[in-house]
């Protein structure tokens, strides 16, 4: 059983950068695929970002250019770095890690995703 917290949310105004970390506990996050989401009131969880078991890195259009998804392997941490925010940044910012173990493929569904943390708020003001 993994268990995931994220740190590092907060308000602050577009144009500027940010930090999220995610600290998991309870299994190595090597072996996995790690994810950030985010869901804006009234709205559906969506992808943001993804590393692989391998290190590979996939984005949401979004957020291509501006953010980076990266990882500790021996401090069990994943990160996302978050520059040039802009106000429909604005949601909360889930951690999450799929559930295949040393899956090696390219399909990364949100339903693959069972462990998730509680969620930071990022608030980018105009």
């Known amino acids: 059983q993994v268990k995931l917290v994220e740190s590092g949310g907060g308000l602050v105004q577009a144009g500027d950068s940010l930090i999220l970390s995610c600290a998991a506990s309870?299994?190595?996050?090597?072996?996995?695929?790690m994810g950030w989401y985010r869901q804006a009131p009234g709205k559906q969880r969506d992808l943001v970002a993804i590393?692989?078991?391998?290190?590979?890195?996939m984005y949401a259009d979004s957020v291509k250019g501006r953010f980076t998804i990266s990882r500790d392997i021996p401090k069990n941490m994943v990160y996302l770095r978050m520059n040039s925010l802009k106000p429909e940044d604005t949601a909360v910012y889930y951690c999450?890690?799929?559930?295949?173990?040393?899956?090696?493929?390219?399909?990364?569904?949100?339903?693959?995703?069972?462990?998730w943390g509680q969620g930071t708020q990022v608030t980018v003001s105009s």
């Open positions: 309870g299994a190595t996050i090597g072996w996995y695929a």
């Open positions: 999450a890690r799929d559930r295949r173990r040393f899956y090696g493929g390219s399909d990364y569904p949100i339903e693959s995703f069972d462990s």
């Open positions: 590393i692989t078991g391998a290190g590979s890195t």
